[in-house]
């Protein structure tokens, strides 16, 4: 398992609030608190894949430039990026191969989506939501259980 990019360890738990997958674009940029919200835009839907795909690489990001990366995870984890995110496209690549779904949280804004793994096939998504500001300090949590192996790359 490695990380690479501009992302690290999140330390603490953080609390998210949780949106329901595949919610509509619209609605106001920013919540109650002043958080932004992106509007999310589903790029590419999940996709089977056959058995001999591997997990030892993280996906790649179809445009952009990968500002994080992880490889052939099993269970979860917080990943902080280091130096924040930019105003603009943040777009998230995730493949799994196991039993039960893996869970993608992007913190501030509270956004997440589900990606739901196969022991017979890797299953991925790409997801690419627009963010209505910069901020410095974000993370994205992978929640998954031990019965699957994830990779994910985000690209900004």
Partial sequence: MGVRGRGAWGS???AVALLAAGCAAGGPAFDEDGFDRPRPTVVASSAGQDQEESLDVAPRIPEGETVLAIENVQGGRELEFLGGVREGALGFAVSCRGTGTVTVSYD?????????CEQ????SVYNRFETVRARKEAS??????????WSMSVGQ
């Fill in 12 to 14: 603490g738990a953080a």
């Fill in 108 to 116: 501030p804004a509270g956004l997440s989506f589900p990606l739901t």
């Fill in 120 to 123: 017979a096939r890797t299953n």
């Fill in 140 to 149: 994205v949590r992978v929640d998954a259980p031990s019965t699957l192996r």
